[in-house]
């Protein structure tokens, strides 16, 4: 077992590592074969407030550090997470039920995020606005929020911590993170860890490790954090715009999905099927922009589904530290038995299992469904899951129609041999992201990354991740007297 687990299972507060004082523990199991890794006595509200305390003290002093002092920093995590490569693969493999692919992916990914926070630490920059009035001089300055909590989800907790965390850190403020219960090892501990290591100074990053049960909103509601970066499903998301906006607090949302990948009639088939296998398979389907719809024009309809079908029979389920597994194990069995009922009811609404495989633990064996009714309710939600549902079309019009017919809009794609036909699909699509011949599920560091409708307003990366943690100042400077009308 990683030595992760037993030295990270601990609060992180103000530098120090120490236990909650909380009446219960989180015990954070392996989901493939049910090891307990560690167990951690949870964080109270006390310890809430005492970590965003720690990040209010520190902030002022390091948002006024060189900016290049602060980006070498992140050039050190960057080593480090470079050098601690297979034990974090191992982590991730353990704690999450991660594919060795998975693992690879998702730390390429924050590897990429972790140069760019370097790079962001310089991006602010001041402008001088003309005025109206004479000898006024405007000047507007990008300055730091102060300190934002940030709250990861389960399915690629590393990566989509460091998203939020590393820039808002950039950028001149203090952080606190609550990672998710599942995960708080890989998508918290572990990252407070790289940055002590790394120099950063004491109460600038605290991770608490807690449950709702416990703290109830006190993790929003508390009057220091400006800004709550949140990760996770669209009915959490909804709760905390609402306390969010109840406290007049900024928040950065990125929900869930129900992506929909598209093959015209002129697409390459070949290509299609490979990018709809990884789109909808990748992390057991556990990714929010995982196509949950395979949308196939009906003259190619049959020939894509025989070869989807075909491949998505030969990935193999099992033990996730093992090179030659695709789909390892859900995060616990609950979801597996969620996953396992939208099996159910699919195919209790008539729909056909092309393939379907056997519900062991955590572990659900891939499936493909077809026949299944355009109006039932399981294409409009979102599966997190290795389940997909092949829905033929007729004509570009019927499938913007079925693409857009979802309270979803986070990201998408389509196929065709036409790459201007399919950036005129792609502007009739209700999504923040779309893709032209390629996966549905992407991210890079300089894209504005984010939904539309239920997947959240919230955006980030690049010049988004500016507006997420800074705020804009106004000084003004009149040279000269000013004249008043009395």
């Not at 103000?14 to 909650?20: A, C, I, K, V």
């Not at 890794?37 to 390091?62: F, G, H, M, N, P």
């Not at 077809?370 to 019009?397: K, N």
């Not at 699509?429 to 560091?445: A, C, L, R, S, Y």
Request: net charge negative; proline share 6%; with cysteine.
């Amino acid at each position: 077992m990683s030595p992760y687990f037993s030295d990270l299972a601990q609060q992180y507060i103000d530098g120090e590592w120490r236990p909650g004082t909380g009446s219960w523990e989180i015990i954070d199991f392996n989901p493939y074969d049910n090891e307990k890794l560690a167990s951690i006595t949870i964080a109270t509200a006390d310890e809430v407030d005492a970590a965003y305390r720690a990040a209010e003290r520190a902030q002022k002093q390091w948002a006024a550090t060189s900016p290049f002092a602060r980006r070498a920093v992140f050039e050190k995590v960057l080593r480090l997470v470079e050098e601690r490569e297979a034990e974090i693969t191992e982590a991730m493999i353990a704690e999450l039920g991660s594919t060795r692919g998975k693992a690879a992916f998702e730390l390429h990914l924050a590897k990429e995020f972790l140069r760019e926070a370097a790079q962001v630490a310089l991006s602010p920059q001041g402008r001088i606005l003309p005025s109206p009035i004479d000898g006024k001089e405007n000047r507007v300055y990008r300055v730091p929020v102060g300190v934002v909590g940030v709250i990861s989800p389960f399915n690629v907790p590393f990566l989509l911590s460091l998203k939020s965390v590393a820039p808002a850190l950039a950028l001149g403020n203090a952080v606190v993170l609550k990672p998710h219960e599942s995960t708080p090892v890989v998508g918290g501990t572990l990252i407070a860890r790289l940055f002590e290591d790394a120099g950063l100074p004491a109460g600038l990053l605290n991770v608490i490790v807690t449950d709702i049960a416990e703290i109830g909103d006190a993790f929003l509601e508390h009057p220091v954090p400006k800004v709550i970066s949140f990760t996770g499903s669209d009915r959490v998301g909804r709760h905390v715009a609402t306390v969010c906006a109840g406290h007049f607090k900024r928040a950065v949302l990125e929900l869930g999905g129900n992506s929909a990948l598209v093959v015209l009639d002129d697409a390459d088939l070949d290509y299609a099927v490979d990018a709809a296998v990884f789109s909808r398979y990748v992390h057991q389907g556990q990714v929010c922009m995982a196509a949950n719809r395979i949308l196939v024009d009906r003259s190619l309809a049959d020939a894509f589904t025989a070869r989807f079908a075909e491949r998505v029979r030969g990935l193999k389920t099992g033990d996730p530290s093992d090179p030659a597994t695709v789909i390892g194990p859900l995060i616990d069995p609950r979801q597996a038995e969620d996953v396992t009922a939208v099996i159910e009811q699919a195919l209790a609404e008539g729909a056909t299992a092309l393939v379907r495989g056997a519900t062991t633990d955590a572990l659900v064996e891939p499936a493909v469904l077809t026949g299944l009714s355009a109006d039932s309710p399981l294409l409009r939600q979102e599966v997190f899951g290795p389940v997909a549902f092949v829905v033929p079309f007729d004509g570009e019009e019927e499938a913007v129609s079925l693409v857009n017919d979802t309270p979803y809009g986070l990201s998408g794609a389509v196929f065709t041999a036409d790459v201007e036909r399919g950036v005129r699909f792609a502007q009739r699509i209700d999504t923040g992201m779309f893709h032209v011949n390629d996966g549905t599920v992407h991210d890079e560091p300089l894209v504005p990354f984010g939904g539309e409708k239920h997947s959240g307003p919230g955006r980030l990366n690049g010049e988004s991740t500016l507006e997420a943690f800074t705020s804009l100042k106004w000084i003004s400077v009149q040279h000269g007297r000013s004249r008043f009308p009395f």
